[in-house]
């Protein structure tokens, strides 16, 4: 699995107001070193995956926090109109400008495509997706008869292993029949 130039930092939900500020949901851990004066972000359709090239890059000038998200100004958006323009859109930041991460700590994509077993050593299958909610982050787990989502919790995780691309699991009794 190719690693990506970029990762996916905030989503643009709307216009806030008629100065061209947006409300921008921040999808990142660390959302002070990303979203703060002077960080250069890029747009991204849907996907979020690369940044658009018909966008020109956006200078973080100004950053509120409210309950709902962040209310973000870019230098060059102005009005109203111009925050329209963004609206939907994803945004992006090289992966070299990201803080490093700490010891034993991975980026969710990095999970994707690793092999889950049990202490037991029964294959499970393979991340195809992490959904980050509510108490827990959970891993979508696609084996051969069917697709389990697994919580990712230190009670249920046990090891993750990035080299063998191998995460050992212990799950309470009938998650997996689920």
Same mark, same amino acid.
């Given at each position: 699995?190719?690693?990506?130039?970029?990762?996916?930092?905030?989503h643009?939900?709307?216009?806030?107001?008629?100065?061209?500020?947006?409300?921008?949901?921040?999808?990142?851990?660390?959302?002070?070193?990303?979203?703060?004066?002077?960080?250069?972000? #890029? %747009?991204? =359709? +849907?996907? !979020? /995956?690369?940044?658009?090239?018909?966008?020109?890059?956006? @200078? $973080?000038?100004?950053v509120?926090?409210?309950p709902?998200?962040?209310?973000?100004?870019?230098?060059?958006?102005?009005?109203?109109?111009?925050?329209?323009?963004?609206?939907?859109l994803?945004?992006?930041?090289?992966?070299?400008? #990201? %803080?490093? =991460? +700490?010891e !034993? /700590?991975?980026?969710?994509?990095?999970?994707?495509?690793m @092999? $889950?077993?049990?202490?037991?050593?029964?294959?499970?299958?393979?991340?195809?997706?992490?959904?980050?909610?509510?108490?827990?982050?959970?891993?979508?787990?696609?084996?051969?008869?069917?697709?389990?989502?697994?919580?990712?919790?230190?009670?249920?995780?046990?090891?993750?292993?990035?080299?063998?691309?191998?995460?050992?699991?212990?799950?309470?009794?009938?998650?997996?029949?689920?």
């Open positions: 699995m190719e690693e990506p130039t970029h990762l996916v930092v905030g643009v939900s709307r216009p806030h107001g008629t100065g061209g500020e947006v409300l921008v949901s921040p999808l990142t851990d660390h959302p002070g070193s990303v979203f703060a004066p002077g960080v250069v972000l #890029l %747009a991204a =359709l +849907e996907e !979020g /995956e690369e940044p658009d090239p018909d966008f020109p890059p956006l @200078r $973080v000038e100004a509120r926090t409210t709902r998200g962040l209310l973000v100004g870019f230098g060059g958006v102005e009005s109203r109109d111009d925050a329209e323009r963004l609206r939907g994803y945004l992006v930041r090289p992966l070299q400008e #990201l %803080a490093d =991460l +700490e !034993g /700590e991975l980026f969710y994509h990095q999970l994707l495509g @092999r $889950v077993v049990t202490v037991e050593g029964l294959e499970v299958g393979e991340v195809t997706e992490v959904y980050e909610l509510l108490p827990a982050d959970m891993l979508e787990v696609r084996g051969s008869e069917r697709t389990v989502l697994v919580p990712y919790t230190s009670e249920v995780v046990r090891e993750v292993d990035p080299e063998a691309r191998r995460i050992v699991v212990d799950p309470p009794e009938g998650l997996l029949d689920l």
